[in-house]
């Protein structure tokens, strides 16, 4: 159903450098493990990079956009006009991911993968083959020619990004309704009830999320998804910026380049590119754990442990963006510090 490139495997982890990162580990003047994850996370970035330094210097920020026909079914606080909007917001430098981009030093693209937008927009990219999605709770969200297509711009985005020579990848999205859609995408990859993971999204009360939980197991059951591959259940339920932000992932991992995952969206998106390409799951890397209330059960299923829980719930790839500077001081205590040798301290018995 999907383009060939999408089941390409992805590199191993370099097994040399991984090891030689253990050691260098046991070599800093600090007592072993003394720094918790921040040394498993330099340990885990240099055998991805396959390097002797880890780095974490060039991370661009993409954003990928799109909207949602179950918007109709009222699962949002929102209007769906609030895509179009942030979109602009995104590209004036007015928006927390923008801000977070400024202060990191990273450059930020934002792709219309599929939002009502008519007309191209200044300062955005667009790449889409429809215009938003179609209301899943009636009808397929997404034909697979148009999955297909967005999965692609996915690649795109990647190979644009390569150009700059990137450490790492932070993927955001935006989309009024699509944490429904993860929801549904999430329901229908664990096999389990829609109550147990749709939150409050962008601020639903306790009927909302009643609400948002009915149209969603009724969806499932009205495609028959439940289980089924992640091909099928993105036809049926899914987003164009989730499936863009898959095809980024799967591009990113298959260049050799980790990705710091965001919240809910992000982790959704994830977990369909694991299920679809297992040899991607390594090139993860989980930034916090979000107040979204499915979160804990798509980390749990990715066997996924976070840097951070600070209760962030607004996407765009800012709670990426906000843990990123955990793992640029992880690269610079890895290759930075002196080990007991150079710096003349006494080591513990052998």
């Known amino acids: 159903m ?5 089941y390409r495997q992805c590199p191993e982890i ?24 921040l040394e498993q996370l330099a340990i885990e970035l240099a055998g991805l990079q396959a390097t002797d330094q880890p780095r974490a210097a060039r991370v661009p920020i993409i954003v990928f956009a799109g909207d949602h026909g179950i918007v109709a079914q009222g699962v949002s606080a929102y209007p769906q006009e609030v895509t179009i909007a942030m979109m602009a917001n995104f590209a004036g430098g007015g928006a927390a991911i923008s801000v977070l981009a400024r202060e990191l030093g990273s450059s930020l693209e934002v792709v219309d993968a599929g939002t009502l937008a008519q007309e191209a927009m200044a ?37 644009r990004a390569e150009a700059g020579k990137p450490d790492l990848l932070i993927f955001g999205e935006m989309g009024i309704g699509n944490t429904t859609t993860s929801a549904a995408i999430a329901a229908s990859l664990l096999g389990i009830s829609a109550g147990e993971i749709a939150g409050s999204g962008t601020g639903v009360d306790a009927a909302g999320r009643a609400r948002k939980a009915h149209v969603i197991d009724a969806a499932i059951g009205r495609h028959g998804v439940a ?63 979000s107040a979204e209330q499915g979160h804990r059960l798509v980390l749990r299923a990715l066997n996924a442990q976070p840097l951070i829980s600070l209760d962030l719930r ?15 001081l992880a690269c610079s205590l890895h290759n930075g510090m002196a080990t007991f040798a150079q710096a003349n301290v006494p080591d513990r018995p052998s």
């Open 123 to 159: 300062g955005i990219v667009t790449d889409k083959p429809r215009h938003g999605t179609r209301d899943f709770s009636v009808e397929a969200a997404l034909t697979p020619a148009e999955l297909a297509f967005a999965f692609e711009a996915g690649q795109r985005a990647v190979a």
């Open 14 to 37: 370099s097994a040399i450098h991984r090891e030689a990162a253990i050691a260098r580990q046991a070599q800093l003047t600090k007592p072993t493990g003394a720094l918790g994850r």
């Open 227 to 289: 289980g089924a591959s992640p091909e099928k259940i993105l036809c049926a339920v899914g987003g164009l910026e989730i499936a863009a932000i898959s095809g980024a992932i799967i591009a990113a991992a298959q260049r050799r380049i980790p990705v710091l995952i965001d919240g809910f969206i992000v982790s959704v998106a994830g977990l369909a590119t694991v299920r679809l390409n297992p040899s991607c799951q390594p090139f993860l890397l989980p930034s916090h754990q």
């Open 314 to 328: 607004l996407g765009e790839g800012s709670g990426a963006a906000i843990a990123l500077p955990l793992v640029r």
């Open 2 to 6: 999907l383009p060939e490139w999408i």
